[in-house]
């Protein structure tokens, strides 16, 4: 399947400071990126959808100033943490949807391995 | 009612046994339907899409029924390596959102 990156994998971080995590497609062109947020023995919720080249959409009370999201181009996207607080300690995914890629559905998602955020 | 619903579990099942997961979605218009596996810290794997005909990929099985809006999971010969969560996956496409199911914890005891 499609390959994903996410980086950094991990990070520790003061409160205050601002935290940037990357999703990188790396075989396919990502129309459609997503960042999702999932607490310990929680499911995965879904923070945002962005789009190359167009504003994200954040799903209901995700504050847009505090997760910022650039997707700038069909590989590449950015959530910034601002000014982050022990409460954003969280595991965060993305994953991109492209077009049909070797024969897998345009549904499907292939998701990055994720970033474990720690905020002290 | 929540969207998607699955047993959190956790199933504790012999290796070599059968083992089946359910789930059950509340709007009518999702179309798209997925299991995925999640390992402890890691994120999710696609494991297979679900038809309305059924589907098989080795060991699993998975079957949609739209009437009842319910899809399974089964997996024969369980083993070891297949402990992990079990997330159930739906996706509609007119709000182009995917909702995830808290997912069910299964342990293949040795």
């Known amino acids: 399947g499609a390959v994903v990156s996410q980086h950094p994998s991990r990070v520790i971080c003061k409160s205050g400071t601002s935290v940037k995590i990357e999703c990188r497609s790396l075989?396919?062109?990502?129309?459609?990126m997503f960042w999702y947020r999932q607490f310990p023995k929680q499911s995965l919720m879904l923070m945002a959808t962005?789009?190359?080249?167009?504003?994200?959409?954040?799903e209901q009370g995700v504050e847009k100033d505090k997760f910022l999201i650039n997707h700038a181009s069909l590989t590449l996207s950015t959530l910034t943490v601002t000014s982050a607080h022990p409460e954003d300690s969280s595991f965060y995914i993305c994953s991109a949807r492209g077009g049909t890629s070797g024969g897998s559905s345009y549904n499907e998602q292939f998701f990055g391995p994720g970033t474990r955020l720690t905020v002290l | 009612r929540k969207e998607v619903e699955q047993d959190p579990g956790p199933f504790n099942v012999p290796e070599g046994a059968t083992v089946a997961f359910n789930c059950t979605y509340s709007?009518?218009?999702?179309?798209?339907f997925f299991w995925y596996r999640q390992d402890c810290r890691k994120e999710p794997k696609l494991l297979m899409s679900v038809y309305s005909s059924g589907n098989e990929d080795g060991r699993f099985t998975a079957q949609l029924n739209r009437a009842s809006q319910y899809i399974s999971l089964l997996i024969r010969d369980s083993k070891l390596s297949d402990s992990a969560t079990y997330l159930c996956?739906?996706?509609?496409?007119?709000?182009?959102?995917?909702?995830f199911g808290k997912g069910t914890r299964l342990h293949i005891l040795p």
């Open positions: 996956v739906v996706f509609m496409n007119r709000d182009d959102k995917i909702i």
């Open positions: 075989d396919f062109q990502a129309t459609t």
């Open positions: 709007n009518s218009a999702s179309q798209s």
């Open positions: 962005s789009n190359e080249g167009s504003k994200a959409t954040y």
